[in-house]
């Protein structure tokens, strides 16, 4: 037996997975329980309750894998300074004191914060490598091509290569600072989002725009090649050598200077998000092509923070070459603390993988669990807790009975808060730490925007839809045969709603907070299913099977038998500027400085209306306390 601890930490979104001879036991991030929005620091919360679930102690760890190489880092980030200089000193001071106090020393820190109790081997793998183990290992797939793409790691910001049975093979990179994510985070700035956090606002806003400046981003900003490797025009960035991500050039280049992030959108905000959209999509094609021809792989595995881009995702399975494409649910940094655990395994150790085949019983099954990897709520133990300090609740044994009661007060306009078993991997909800809503109701995306998750009016929502009903509602590539050939499970593919379902609206809409600029785009498309359907007919799509994820499949099948729709909305259990709420008393608290309608913790479901706490809880204090999104 032997047990494997993964760590990413240091830099953004921490996290931790436990692996015990090749089995993903447990995986979680740090901020779901400090409760810090990407928080960075050692994840000691986070292992803490990994171990705890998993039952055991530090003393039963055989390896501890860190998930990139340090002082390969510290290379690239001198070797830049240096070529900076002296315009880099800035940055330069501003990052050089955490590496001379942590990074640096980071076996001896790691050690000290496992309680120097670990002596055991620490392992260290390159930051790609780790994302391109977290890719493959747990895909449904034998073979496969793999494709890494994010900001950057140590150096390389691209990579592709195979991986077959228990091994990957990177056969070529791309390095810093040519880098796609960088790309995209410099508009995400630009258009006054919060790098690192900010980029799916970028990808949600653009079905507003035209991609009307796509061709001067590739006349300048970045030389594009056939087999989609590519460089950037450093002139236009100032990410080498200041702490912003552009420069005056870029401002002068698009006759606009960055949106201050509490200014309103302007047009060549949405213009910009289409234009660099549409470039990313474009690129993503091209390197899926090259990969293609290079290694005759039918399928396609993918990790990285650019394959968390849902909607390059969902064109690259329309339009690409491989018959099928696994994406790590967790594929942001996090994911590199369950990467370099397999890696250690599989790689290091020689251990065996074994791959379970798609059947019409089954699905498709990969190692993932459903990324339901995070510790489970203990319901009874944690709401009578609640219920000591005044909460008022009210048990229903009964798991049909909860489940028929929920889909009534969903179809009655309820906006219910759904926290059920172990917690997600990554940063979707996935139907355990959820806030869900009626799909057909078309007050409800602007209700949940503005009432409950206190954001901006132009995000849209994902639906969560039965595996067996979803090609009644969205449209999928002829190639998928039948519903377990189409499974989306992790809400990382954008589909667009069945041309039948779509229907024209013309009636102003009542949100005074909607930027003038997306007016008209709202009032022209809806469809029989408003709240999750995107001003360009898309959604981004999870399919939920009873294989897979039981219990939310039996609340999406009540809604069902009820109401003859086969989806709900879909969306994280937080509010702007928090992480994805943990335990029950997590949700409580967000629960009540919100105007959420109805909470379910297990079998048991709270109405904001009997809470007597509810007046007490300021929900301005609340949100002012969050970390800014």
């Known amino acids: 037996m032997t047990w494997i601890l993964g760590i990413s930490a240091y830099y953004h979104d921490s996290a931790v997975a436990l692996v015990k001879d090749g089995e993903i036991r447990a995986a979680a991030s740090e901020e779901r329980f400090s409760r810090r929005k990407h928080d960075a620091g050692f994840p000691e919360l986070a292992l803490k309750a990994c171990l705890e679930h998993a039952g055991i102690g530090l003393d039963e760890i055989d390896y501890v ?61 390159e930051h790609h490598e780790s994302h391109a183990a977290s890719a493959f290992f747990p895909s449904p797939f034998e073979s ?30 791309l390095k810093f600072p040519h880098s796609l994510g960088l790309l995209y985070s410099a508009l995400t700035y630009f258009c006054g989002f919060r790098v690192n956090s900010g980029e799916y606002k970028l990808m949600g806003l653009a079905p507003y725009g035209t991609p009307k400046y796509a061709d001067t981003i590739l006349e300048h900003l970045i030389q594009l090649r056939d087999d989609g490797s590519y460089r950037l025009n450093m002139k236009y960035f100032g990410f080498l050598d200041t702490l912003r991500m552009t420069n005056q050039r870029f401002a002068t280049l698009f006759g606009a200077s960055p949106r201050g992030a509490e200014e309103p959108i302007r047009q060549i905000d949405l213009d910009l998000a289409a234009s660099v959209q549409h470039v990313t999509e474009e690129v993503v094609l091209r ?7 290079q290694t005759g792989e039918e399928n396609l595995c993918l990790a990285g923070g650019v394959a968390l881009n849902c909607v390059a995702n969902g064109r690259l399975m329309r339009e690409g070459p491989f018959k099928r494409i696994w994406i790590q649910p967790a594929a942001g940094d996090a994911g590199g603390s369950l990467g370099v655990a397999l890696l250690i395994w599989h790689q290091l150790l020689g251990g065996k993988r074994e791959v379970q085949q798609v059947s019409s019983t089954t699905g498709v099954i990969d190692q993932q669990q459903g ?48 926290v059920q078993g172990r917690m997600e991997f990554g940063p979707r909800a996935l139907g355990s730490r959820s806030i869900l809503g009626d799909p057909r109701n078309r007050e409800m995306q602007t209700t949940m925007n503005l009432k409950i998750k206190f954001r901006e009016s132009f995000r849209p929502f994902a639906p969560s839809v ?16 039948s519903p377990e050939e189409l499974a989306s499970p992790y809400m990382l593919f954008t589909y667009d709603v069945q041309p039948g379902r779509r229907i024209t609206v013309t009636d102003e809409p009542t949100d005074d907070q909607l930027n003038p600029q997306l007016r008209e785009r709202v009032r022209e498309v809806r469809s029989d299913l408003p709240a999750i359907t995107h001003v360009d007919y898309s959604a981004r799509v999870q399919t939920v099977s009873a294989q897979r994820h039981p219990r939310f499949h039996q609340l999406l099948s009540a809604f069902h038998q009820l109401t003859g729709c086969p989806a709900l909305i879909n969306t994280s259990f937080n509010v702007r500027g928090e992480p994805i709420v943990g335990t029950a008393a997590d949700a ?21 209306d009997q809470q007597p706490n509810a007046a007490r809880i300021d929900s301005k204090t609340y949100l002012t306390n969050l970390e800014p999104d």
């Not at 390197?287 to 021809?293: F, I």
């Not at 039965?466 to 045969?481: I, K, W």
């Not at 608290?589 to 904001?608: P, Q």
């Open 287 to 293: 390197m899926a092509r090259h990969v293609h021809q």
């Open 588 to 608: 409580y608290r967000c629960f009540l400085a919100t105007h959420m309608d109805v909470l379910v913790v297990g079998n048991w479901i709270f109405y904001h």
């Open 466 to 481: 039965m595996e067996e009903h979803a090609s009644e509602c969205f449209v999928f590539p002829d190639r998928f045969r």
């Open 371 to 418: 990324s339901l990897l995070g510790p489970a709520v203990d319901d009874d133990a944690e709401v009578e807790r609640l219920i000591a300090t005044g909460a008022v609740a009210t048990k229903i044994a009964d798991d049909v009975q909860l489940m028929r009661k929920v889909a009534e007060l969903i179809n009655d306009g309820n906006v219910i808060g759904w």
């Open 144 to 173: 496969a091509a793999i494709l890494t793409i994010d900001g950057v790691g140590e150096w390389t910001t691209t990579s592709w290569g195979v991986g077959h049975g228990n091994k990957i093979d990177l056969r070529a990179e």
């Open 65 to 125: 894998g860190y998930y990139e190489k340090p002082l390969l880092k510290f290379e690239r980030l001198l070797e830049t300074y240096l070529a900076c200089t002296p315009r880099g000193y800035a940055s330069f001071c501003n990052a050089m004191p955490v590496w001379l106090r942590t990074k640096l020393y980071l076996p001896r820190e790691i050690r000290r914060q496992l309680g120097g109790a670990y002596q055991k081997r620490i392992v260290f793998s």
